[in-house]
Structure formats: C-alpha cells, structure tokens
C-alpha cells in the first residue's frame, strides 16, 4: 500500500523536478519551546525507531512503524531547520534498490529453507528484513513528506 502511494504521489504531482533551493518556511523554527522540545525528542525519535526494528521479531513493532518513526525525525528537522538539502531523486533510487533487496532476500531465504542446513537462522533473518523494511518506510515517507511540503506548496 506504501508503495502504491509513493508511485502515486511522485507521479500525480503538479512539479516533476526534484531539487528545491528554498520552499516553504516552518514558523516552528522561530519558538524557542518548539525548537528546544524537537531538540530533545529528536535523538529519541531515532533510537527508538531503531529499537522497534531490531525487536520486531520478538515483540510489537518492526521494519514499518520503526521506519515511521525515524521518518519523523527528518519531519521534525525539518520544522526547526527549514532545509532542503536531501536528495530526493538519490532516496527514490535508494528505495528502489531496497525494494529489489527485499524481495531477493525473502525469495532466498525461502529456496534456501527447504534444505535441512540454513545459511542464516530465522532470527537474524527477521532482524535484517525488519531493518531493510524500514529503511524502505523511512525512503517512502520522505518522498511522500518532501513532495507535499517542499514541493507543493510553492
């Protein structure tokens, strides 16, 4: 579902250019209570996102609300910083190649799981899905949060 509105976000879009020098300014930035507070919850923000990706398997939690979670980080430099300075045509093509990872990393280990002998036990395999997952979340999300902030609503 993610990726059906990524696709359909990128292609629907009024603009179809991928660098911005300057969009529109957050006024999060100019209160000293917002600045100090995202100050504060920012590191939270990824330690936590990495911590439900690395749990995933054991408990609520994984590759997409951990991916969610360290999308709201780069949200939330965004309100006090106002820049503009990630790629968005690297983190699309950064998405694509882990979308083909994910899928040749499940089709592997699903031929290799009928062999008695596995490369990698189950564990460390959901750990390294959950982390390419999130990593596919935290891609989606910053081209989905990009496209309507920096981009339309010039």
Request: hydrophobic share 55%; glycine share 8%; aromatic share 12%.
């Amino acid at each position: 579902m993610l990726l059906a509105s990524i696709v359909a976000v990128i292609h629907l879009s009024e603009h179809q250019d991928t660098h911005v020098p300057d969009g529109k300014h957050t006024e999060a930035g100019e209160s000293a209570i917002a600045v100090s507070t995202i100050r504060i919850i920012c590191p939270l923000l990824v330690l936590f996102g990495i911590y439900l990706k690395v749990n995933g398997h054991l408990s609520p939690g994984g590759g997409f609300q951990g991916g969610v979670v360290v999308a709201s980080f780069f949200m939330c430099r965004y309100m006090i910083h106002t820049i503009h300075d990630i790629p968005i045509r690297k983190v699309i093509i950064l998405e694509k190649i882990v979308y083909v990872g994910i899928i040749l990393l499940a089709a592997v280990f699903i031929f290799l799981s009928t062999y008695a002998y596995l490369l990698i036990p189950k564990n460390i395999y959901l750990i390294i899905m959950n982390l390419i997952i999130g990593m596919k979340v935290v891609c989606g999300f910053l081209v989905i949060f990009y496209r309507f902030i920096v981009f339309e609503w010039r």
